[in-house]
C-alpha cells in the first residue's frame, strides 16, 4: 500500500480515528503494528531483515551502554555497525560486487557469465540501516541514552510514514516522541492534512506528469535532438525534487496528524548560490546523516593533513552518498563528481 | 585560564578561521550563530582551538561541542 493509493486514502482516516480512541499507553503498540502491517503488506518474506537488523541494534546499543571500558564499547560499536550493515550490502551490492569481481577474472583469463538480475531489496533497508548505524554511535558518544524498550526502538526502525523512503531521522528526536503520544490536536490534523496535500500536489502533478515525458526522452536519447536532451535534462531536478520533497511532505503530514514531528527533507534547494550550500538545502536528513557519521569523524582523523584532511573525507563521504542511491558506476561518478565540486569550493574558499 | 579569557581567544579562533573581521560569542552561541562556521569549516575551528590551548580532543568528545559553553567545559577540563 504506496501512499498515493485509493487504499491508503481510506485505511488512513480509520486509522487516525483508531489512534485516538486507544487508551495513551497502547499507542506506541499500536503504531508499531500499523507500521509491522504496513510493511508486511509489500513484502512480507523480506520483513524479516527487518526484525533481524531491529534485534542487532537493540542488543548492541545495549551492550555499548553497560560497558565501563571504553575498549570494550568500540568493540560493540564495531560490531554492531558492521551486523547491521551486512544485510545492506548483500541486498544492494551482491550482483555490483560480484560483477567487478567476474570483470577481474575475465581479465585473467576466467570466462564466467556476468550477474543479469539484482537480488530482491529489502524495502526501505537503505533508511533503517542508516537510523539503527545512527542510534549505536550517539549511544557510544553519549548523546543519547540506550532506549530500555524493545517497542520504541522496533517502532523507531520501522515507523510507516518513513520508512520506505525516509527523512532518515534520529533516536534523539524519536525516542521522546514515542514515550508522549498524546491525541491529535485539531491544529496538528489541519497542519497535518495540508502538509499532506501539497505533498500530494508536488507528487502526483509535478513529479509524476515531468516523469512521463522524461522518461519518454531519456528511454530513446539517441533520436532526440539536443534541444529536446537539453530540456528533459532542466527539467529532470525539477522531477527528482517533486517526487522527493512531495513525499516528504506527505510523511510530514501524516506524522503531525499522529501528533509527531519529524525532520523536514528541503530547504528552497533551487535558491542555493554555492554547491555546498546547495548539500545544505537538499536531502538535509541525508546529507546530515554522512556529515555526523562519515565526513566529520573522517575530516577530524585527518586534521592534521589541513586542507588535504578536508578534500580527502569529502571526496570519500560521497563516494558514500553516491553508493547508497544506487549500484552502479554511475551512481559512483555522479557521488565523485559532487564531492570534487565541493572540494574545490572548500580548496578555493579555505 | 578563565571563562571570559577563553571565549575572548575563541573569538579571535573563530574570526580568524571564517575570515570574519571580529566575532561575538557567548556561552550559548552555537555554530548556527556564526556566519561561515559550517562543518566544512567546524574542524578547522576545532584544529585551531587544540593547536591555540595545547589540547587534544577525541573523537567522541567532538558530539558534545554543540554550545560555546561546552567547548570551554571541555578545555578547562583538558588544561586542569
Same mark, same amino acid.
Given at each position: ?350 | 585560564?578563565?571563562?571570559? /579569557? +577563553? %571565549? ?10 571564517? $575570515? #570574519? ?22 574542524? /578547522? +575551528? %576545532? ?10 580532543? $577525541? #573523537? ?21
Amino acid at each position: 500500500m504506496s501512499f498515493t493509493s485509493f487504499q491508503f486514502l481510506w485505511v488512513f482516516p480509520l486509522f487516525i480515528l483508531l489512534y485516538n480512541l486507544v487508551a495513551e499507553r497502547y499507542r506506541t503498540l499500536l503504531l508499531l503494528m500499523a507500521s509491522y502491517l504496513f510493511y508486511l503488506n509489500m513484502q512480507p518474506v523480506l520483513f524479516i531483515m527487518l526484525l533481524v537488523v531491529t534485534a542487532l541494534t537493540y542488543f548492541s546499543a545495549h551492550y555499548i551502554s553497560h560497558q565501563d571500558d571504553e575498549k570494550k564499547q568500540i568493540l560493540g560499536l564495531r560490531i554492531g555497525v558492521i551486523s547491521t550493515l551486512l544485510p545492506l550490502i548483500f541486498f544492494k551490492y551482491f550482483t555490483f560486487l560480484a560483477n567487478i569481481l567476474i570483470a577481474s577474472l575475465h581479465l585473467c583469463g576466467l570466462e564466467i557469465h556476468p550477474l543479469t538480475s539484482n537480488l530482491v531489496l529489502p524495502i526501505g533497508i537503505s533508511f533503517y540501516t542508516f537510523m539503527a548505524i545512527g542510534y549505536l554511535v550517539d549511544v557510544f558518544n553519549e548523546e543519547v541514552d540506550f532506549e530500555p524498550s524493545y517497542i520504541s526502538v522496533s517502532l523507531f526502525l520501522s515507523f510507516f510514514p518513513y520508512i520506505l523512503s525516509g527523512p532518515i531521522e534520529r533516536a534523539g528526536n524519536m525516542f521522546g516522541q514515542f514515550k508522549n503520544l498524546k491525541r491529535s490536536t485539531w491544529n496538528g490534523l489541519v497542519t497535518g492534512l495540508k502538509l499532506m496535500l501539497w505533498g500530494y500536489f508536488m507528487k502526483l502533478c509535478i513529479a509524476d506528469r515531468l516523469a512521463l515525458y522524461n522518461d519518454l526522452i531519456f528511454n530513446s536519447i539517441s533520436n532526440r535532438s539536443g534541444s529536446t536532451l537539453t530540456i528533459a535534462s532542466l527539467l529532470y531536478p525539477i522531477q527528482v525534487y517533486a517526487d522527493l520533497g512531495g513525499y516528504t511532505l506527505i510523511v510530514m503530514g501524516i506524522s503531525n496528524c499522529l501528533g509527531i514531528h519529524i525532520i523536514p527533507n528541503f530547504n528552497r534547494p533551487f535558491l542555493a548560490t554555492s554547491i555546498s550550500e546547495f548539500w545544505r538545502r537538499w536531502h538535509i536528513s541525508l546529507i546530515k546523516w554522512l556529515t555526523d557519521y562519515i565526513f566529520t569523524p573522517l575530516s577530524f582523523t585527518l586534521r592534521s593533513w589541513k586542507i588535504w584532511g578536508v578534500i580527502t573525507a569529502l571526496m570519500l563521504t560521497f563516494f558514500i552518498s553516491g553508493i547508497w542511491h544506487g549500484a552502479s558506476f554511475c551512481f559512483v561518478f555522479w557521488g565523485l563528481m559532487q564531492g570534487a565540486l565541493l572540494s574545490f569550493e572548500a580548496y578555493t574558499n579555505p | 585560564m578563565e571563562r571570559e /579569557a +577563553i %571565549i575572548k581567544k575563541l573569538q579571535s579562533i573563530i574570526a580568524e578561521v571564517v $575570515k #570574519l573581521e571580529k566575532v561575538e560569542l557567548t556561552e550559548d552561541s552555537t555554530a548556527n550563530d556564526v556566519k561561515g562556521w559550517d562543518s566544512l569549516s567546524h574542524i /578547522a +575551528i %576545532i584544529a585551531q582551538i587544540e593547536e591555540s590551548f595545547g589540547i587534544k580532543f $577525541k #573523537l567522541r568528545e567532538l558530539a558534545k561541542l554543540k554550545k560555546v559553553g561546552s567547548i570551554i567545559d571541555l578545555i578547562i577540563k583538558k588544561q586542569e
